[in-house]
């Protein structure tokens, strides 16, 4: 388990509801992933990358609603700019299962 935090710091990290509505190839990046571009409603539209190519083909991400933490710095990744943190959680054989929500919610609501 990782340090304890306050209610606060949670409060610091902006989850929201985006839906996937591109999905390209990211050959340039070091591990096989996925340059992204997802919406957020009033927040807009932002672009991530993501290391998700094992267990998603392209085309099963399409529509597909998933959770990210929309506040942290963008970061470089070779000639590409990720905006926001898609999360997901490491199966037992180590492949990325992408956190999404189980019905449909406006884009932008906030995770709580």
Known sequence: MKDTISFDDFLKVDLRVGTIIEV???????????????????????????QITDLYPKDALLNKQIIAVVNFKPKQIANFKSEVLVLGIYNTKQKVVVLETGKNIKNGMTVS
């Not at 390209?24 to 993501?50: C, E, M, R, V, W």
């Open 24 to 50: 390209h190839d990211f050959p340039k990046a070091k591990k096989p992933a996925y340059q992204l571009t997802i919406n957020f409603g009033q927040l807009g539209i932002k672009k991530s990358s993501a």
